[in-house]
């Protein structure tokens, strides 16, 4: 079964500084995706950024991009300016190609971006 | 607009009842999900439906029951044989396998307590 690690329960970075969010997944496929999600207070699922495995080419969505090491099974979200708004919970998933389908999350990292 | 709606907000169950939470989705996608998310913790697969009258069990099916007789609804019934029910629901849905790049998009949320 595939599983994913995220290591840092928690980090806080100032306004306006870069953050690097850590991930590490286990799997034997080869085809599958990869996504951040972010979870503010509200508690509502916000889809960050997302990797197909068979792109080599890292993601980037306006100030947030992915640093994917396909053989290391590493996939981690670096957020730059970071903006006060930025203050959530990221879950990184994995999602298997075909089959059900189905999201397996890490715990969680809990960011908090200070003025 | 399109997306999906979870009611209520805020459930409270007594012991031996059941309760059942609603998701609904005007997106038209074929795949739906319940996760549970505990605090600390990633979300975790309760049940998925990949067509209409068709369902599979997740990771933590026991003390759950689901139907999905119509493409829009795919409600989760929490049974009193769920004896740790409290935690937070999120439901989610996906276009179909035709569309296997694009990602899920998640409800609101239900927060489910044991009075």
């Known amino acids: 079964a595939q599983t994913v690690t995220q290591s840092q329960p928690e980090m806080s970075v100032q306004e306006a500084e870069t953050v690097t969010l850590s991930c590490t997944y286990d799997?034997?496929?080869?085809?599958?995706?990869l996504f951040w999600y972010k979870q503010p207070p509200s508690r509502q699922m916000i889809l960050v950024i997302r990797?197909?495995?068979?792109?080599?080419q890292n993601a980037t969505e306006n100030r947030f991009s992915v640093n994917f090491q396909k053989a290391a099974k590493s996939f981690s979200l670096k957020i730059s300016d970071s903006q006060l708004g930025d203050t959530a919970m990221y879950f990184c998933?994995?999602?298997?190609?075909?089959?059900?389908?189905?999201?397996?999350f890490g715990k969680g990292t809990k960011l908090t971006v200070n003025p | 607009d399109g997306g999906i709606t979870q009611s209520p907000k805020y459930l409270f169950r007594k012991e031996g009842q059941n309760v059942t939470l609603s998701c609904e989705q005007n997106?038209?996608?074929?795949?739906m999900y319940w996760y549970r998310q505990d605090p600390g913790q990633g979300l975790r697969l309760i049940y998925y439906?990949?067509?209409?009258?068709?369902?599979q069990k997740g990771d933590i099916a026991e003390g759950y029951s689901v139907s999905r007789e119509k493409k829009e609804s795919f409600p989760l019934t929490v049974t009193s044989a769920q004896k740790n029910p409290t935690a937070f629901y999120l439901c989610?849905?996906?276009?179909?396998?035709?569309?296997?790049?694009?990602?899920?998009?998640f409800g609101d949320g239900t927060r489910l307590s044991i009075l």
């Open positions: 990797q197909e495995a068979y792109k080599q």
């Open positions: 998933a994995y999602r298997t190609q075909g089959g059900s389908e189905k999201l397996v």
């Open positions: 439906s990949q067509i209409v009258n068709d369902f």
């Open positions: 799997t034997s496929e080869s085809n599958y995706y």
């Open positions: 997106l038209n996608h074929d795949a």
């Open positions: 989610a849905s996906r276009p179909g396998h035709m569309d296997s790049n694009q990602p899920q998009h």
